[in-house]
């Protein structure tokens, strides 16, 4: 495919648009998407990794917690962890931030 193809693809789909409002709204979801394939492509090997894996929690904290409460808060502290590092992740590729998630440890 050539982008002479994709320029006349898009030329049409923004022809189609039915007035000036729809017309911008095409534009801008074009746009996100543009923006948000931009950063998955410029995303490292390590990175594209990081993104994908899920965190596992440290079997060796997880045996010496003796109680049930504290397994609980254990396991809830790692997937607020994981949620908000899913988030960030997700802020980054969408350009609610230009800074990249970084890999963290700890739990």
Same mark, same amino acid.
């Given at each position: /495919?050539?982008?002479?193809? +994709?320029?006349?693809? %898009?030329?049409?789909?923004l022809?189609? =648009?039915?007035?000036? &409002?729809?017309? %911008?709204?095409? %534009?801008?979801? /074009?746009? *996100?998407?543009?923006?948000? &394939? @931009?950063? +998955?492509? !410029?995303?490292?090997? !390590? !990175?594209?990794?990081? /993104?994908?894996? !899920?965190?596992?929690?440290n079997?060796?904290? %997880?045996?010496?917690l ?10 809830m502290? @790692?997937?607020? *962890?994981?949620? /908000? ?7 980054? @590729?969408?350009g609610v931030?230009? &800074?990249?998630?970084?890999? =963290?440890?700890?739990?």
């Amino acid at each position: /495919m050539n982008s002479g193809y +994709v320029t006349d693809k %898009i030329k049409e789909f923004l022809d189609g =648009a039915c007035g000036r &409002e729809d017309r %911008i709204s095409r %534009i801008k979801d /074009m746009q *996100h998407l543009l923006n948000f &394939e @931009l950063q +998955v492509a !410029e995303l490292t090997d !390590e !990175e594209q990794r990081d /993104m994908c894996t !899920e965190l596992k929690g440290n079997s060796s904290k %997880i045996d010496s917690l003796q109680s049930a409460t504290a397994r609980d808060r254990y396991f809830m502290d @790692l997937a607020r *962890h994981e949620y /908000m590092r899913q988030c960030s992740w997700s802020d980054y @590729l969408n350009g609610v931030t230009d &800074e990249k998630p970084t890999r =963290a440890g700890g739990l």
